[in-house]
Nanobody, 128 residues
Framework: QVRLVESGGGSVQAGGSLRLSCAAS????????MGWFRQAPGKEREGVAG???????SYADSVKARFTISKDNAKNTLYLQMNSLKPEDTAMYYC??????????????????????WGQGTQVTVSS
């Protein structure tokens, strides 16, 4: 059974940094279509950063140059380094992945409607 477990959330002041981790089990992150998503209260879930099947990273415009997605294939873990955090980044952050057989490109990795597996989420709160 596929399991995605996020960690690393917390409360920081604006301008601070956090690093989120997503440990996967029964699922291989290598060449996977997977990414990070977030949902703030009263808003729809949105894609933040993801890896396409060819390893290309995709980012939402709102986080480009501030967030960096990476992965450690040996640890089977996905990461999200978040720098220069803003109050509008406050949300529950989720790790999600498509089926192991899925192929994605062109930003599809940050399409929340195309993911089969979701973690439980980790809260990020940024104060001004």
């Amino acid at each position: 059974q596929v399991r995605l477990v996020e960690s690393g959330g917390g409360s920081v002041q604006a301008g601070g940094s956090l690093r989120l981790s997503c440990a996967a089990s029964a699922y291989t992150v290598t060449s996977a279509c997977m990414g990070w998503f977030r949902q703030a209260p009263g808003k729809e879930r949105e894609g933040v950063a993801g890896f396409e099947s060819d390893g290309t990273a995709s980012y939402a415009d709102s986080v480009k140059a501030r967030f960096t997605i990476s992965k450690d294939n040996a640890k089977n873990t996905l990461y999200l380094q978040m720098n220069s955090l803003k109050p509008e980044d406050t949300a529950m952050y989720y790790c999600a992945a498509a089926s192991s057989y899925a192929f994605c490109s062109g930003g599809y990795s940050i399409n929340p409607g195309a993911k089969n597996y979701w973690g439980q989420g980790t809260q990020v709160t940024v104060s001004s």
